[in-house]
């Protein structure tokens, strides 16, 4: 049942977001392992609508944030108001309070209003004058973040990075699907009369069976190698944290479930590793974002034993 369920999401979707399905596959493998998801790249990708997609498609509640510069933290999160009739404050939720949350161009806004989303995706809560407010269940953020050479973008900080789980790039689309698009329908007039495929229910469903998938103790020296790997090396500022490899292995599950496996296999690992190590492996020296070179240069440094 589980894998009906992966297999009715990533095909409905396909059918909106064309030419695009180890990108969609990527973004589902993320959600089941139960991460936050970055996309990456320029305006106009579809990068906004794969997040409408995968709520409308899963029955989720959806907020969308739009980050600019004067956003504040409290509009992310909510505000307490002093209520007259009962002489107290009364906290007011913001929009972070959904299922699924798109912070869309999450680097136009300030580093002090890109933190608040840390708690939140961490530990799934917030705090508020001395008050902590459980999150609902499930719950995700997916971020888009425009090219850091745009103007008026901020850099996001290491440890935003680090609680997204996989970044992903779009790209632009082939010429079949380019063509598809533009002698169309409008995407948003289809994703309008799209009903959802599964319910929240089965959601939790599906990352009950991808944290029940088999990971030997070869496969966890293997991890235990990459991470190795990145802190050895002298091409890293630093290397991947333990929770990058909880993450990698999760995603993995996660990965090897929607493939019809009751097991992890290297390849998975391989597959996942670049979306997960590339928004947190820094070059020694001038700080720059590893490249997918030095990434690929890793993974062939490793052998599988």
């Not at 980050?67 to 009962?86: C, Q, Y």
């Not at 699924?100 to 939140?120: G, Y």
């Amino acid at each position: 049942m589980p894998l009906h369920h992966a297999n009715r999401l990533l095909e409905t979707s396909g059918r909106i977001i064309l030419g695009k399905e180890r990108e969609l596959r990527l973004a589902l493998a993320c959600l089941v392992a139960r991460g936050h998801l970055l996309i990456e790249d320029v305006p106009g990708v579809g990068k906004t609508t794969l997040a409408h997609v995968l709520a409308r498609l899963m029955g989720l509640q959806f907020q969308r944030i739009q980050f600019t510069s004067d956003l504040l933290p409290a509009d992310i999160l909510g505000v307490s108001v002093f209520d007259r009739d009962t002489s107290a404050f009364r906290f007011h939720p913001g929009p972070v309070f959904a299922q699924l949350i798109l912070a869309d161009e999450i680097n136009r806004a300030t580093p002090k209003t890109q933190s608040a989303l840390l708690e939140a995706m961490e530990e799934r809560q917030v705090t508020a004058d001395g008050n902590t407010f459980a999150l609902p269940e499930p719950f995700f953020v997916i971020a888009t973040q425009n090219p850091a050479h745009q103007i008026g973008t901020f850099p996001l900080p290491e440890s935003q990075l680090d609680r997204f789980l996989l970044r992903i790039r779009l790209g632009y689309p082939d010429r079949d699907a380019e063509r598809a698009l533009l002698m169309g329908e409008d995407r948003r007039e289809l994703l309008e009369r799209q009903s959802s495929v599964i319910n929240p229910a089965a959601l939790i469903e599906l990352q009950q069976a991808a944290a029940r998938v088999h990971v030997g103790d070869a496969l966890v020296d293997y991890v235990q190698a990459l991470l190795g790997a990145t802190r050895n090396s002298p091409e890293f500022a630093g290397g991947l944290s333990p929770r990058a490899g909880l993450g990698l292995l999760a995603a993995a599950r996660a990965w090897a479930l929607i493939d019809g496996r009751d097991h992890v296999l290297p390849d998975d690992v391989q597959t996942l590793f670049p979306h997960v190590a590339a928004h947190r492996l820094h070059l020694a020296g001038d700080g720059r974002p590893a490249p997918p070179a030095s990434i690929t240069r890793l993974l062939q440094g490793v052998a599988v034993r």
